[in-house]
């Protein structure tokens, strides 16, 4: 998008806008009869208020509701991707590597158990780092460079959040379940020589991931994942639930569409 063009859709946009509001256009478009249409929000205290839909001719109602389909899910999907994804591409690698890399040959079966669970969370979070970083790069050198939003670009957006939604389901699941073991392992690696040798960052951390098993359990309960022993299976189940939810947010959101009328 041009200078120009950016001008031109922000003029159109402000005179829509109540005075206490902001206002933004997105730099990506979805064609719709030849024609770009971009979002724009308007803004109040950090929070979204409404949209509008403007291209640099003519807006048309139909062909509006038509690219809102496609650029408001792929809005919401990628800012949720980036808000979530955050977290964890904080974590520092070594939170996982410093503690595994302790023997707990000695140790009883729990602890055992404890190690291996944590283990299996690393991997979980390789995953979703892993997960994060190869869409922010497709966002970031793809999409934000073409500008134009296809089929296979919203696409790709919801399989990226339907395997976030099920990397965290996966990662909530075991820290509950396996939470007074993987206690066990943080308490028996106290014990070891090694421990100083951690630092403080992962000793901080391995000591409170199993963190408030009550607030786990509701974070667990608000994903709504269907589950399958199969995780093929539950991605698939999760990923036709997630295109139907998403449907009718969308279809929900119209009645906040400020423009065109």
């Known amino acids: 998008m041009t200078d120009q063009t950016t ?15 902001g206002v933004f256009v997105n730099p990506v478009y979805w064609m719709v009869n030849g024609k ?9 205290n950090n929070q979204s ?13 139909e062909e509006a509701l038509e690219a809102q389909r496609h650029l408001a ?9 980036f808000d979530i994804g955050t977290d964890y591409l904080k974590i520092n690698a070594a939170y996982f590597t410093k503690p595994l890399s302790i023997s707990v040959s000695a140790a009883d079966p729990a602890v055992h158990e404890g190690r291996d669970a ?17 869409y922010k790069n497709y966002y970031e050198n793809d999409v934000l460079i073409r500008k134009e939003l296809t089929e296979e670009d919203v696409q790709k957006t919801l399989e990226t959040a339907n395997l976030l939604t099920l990397y965290q389901y996966l990662n909530l699941k075991i820290l509950l379940e396996k939470n007074a073991e993987i206690q066990a392992f943080a308490s028996f690696l106290k014990t070891t020589d090694s421990w100083n040798g951690l630092g403080q960052e ?3 951390f391995v000591q409170g991931i199993t963190g408030n098993t009550e607030k ?26 997630m295109v139907a939810d998403n449907q009718k947010i969308i279809e929900n959101q119209r009645q906040h569409i400020r423009y065109p009328q």
Request: charge should be positive; hydrophobic fraction near 40%.
């Open 7 to 21: 001008q031109l859709l922000l003029k159109k946009v402000k005179k829509q806008k109540k005075w206490t509001e």
């Open 202 to 204: 992962p000793q901080k």
């Open 36 to 44: 770009p249409y971009y979002m724009a929000g308007f803004i109040k």
């Open 216 to 241: 786990m359990q509701k974070n667990l309960s608000n994903l709504n994942v269907v589950p399958d022993a199969d995780f093929e299976k539950m991605k698939k189940l999760n990923f036709d639930k």
């Open 49 to 61: 208020v409404a949209t509008a839909y403007v291209t640099p001719g003519e807006e048309n109602r």
């Open 73 to 81: 899910l792929f809005g919401d999907l990628s800012i949720n991707i």
């Open 118 to 134: 944590f283990a299996e969370l690393w991997k979980i979070q390789q995953n979703l780092s892993s997960l994060i970083k190869d």
